[in-house]
């Protein structure tokens, strides 16, 4: 049975080539493009899902928000 885990994507838009860019916190192999946020957002979590069936160490990433 496969169960769900939720993952932090980051999305970026890149106002010269109109696309979205999506990565992943700990899984720097990750790096996805294109058209749509939607799309960006498909594609990195069939990427993390690839990652992780190819039995990938689980990289442990916190993402957290500062003041500046």
Do not use: C, N, W
């Not at 980051?10 to 899984?27: I, K, L």
């Not at 990289?59 to 500046?68: E, F, N, Q, T």
Request: no cysteine.
């Amino acid at each position: 049975m496969h169960h769900s885990m939720k993952h932090p994507v980051v999305v970026e838009f890149d106002a010269e080539t109109g696309h979205y860019t999506a990565t992943v916190p700990g899984m720097p192999s990750i790096v996805v493009d294109a058209k749509t946020e939607k799309t960006a957002l498909k594609l990195a979590a069939e990427a993390i899902m690839l990652y992780r069936s190819e039995g990938q160490a689980e990289l442990k990433a916190k993402v957290v928000s500062v003041d500046v």
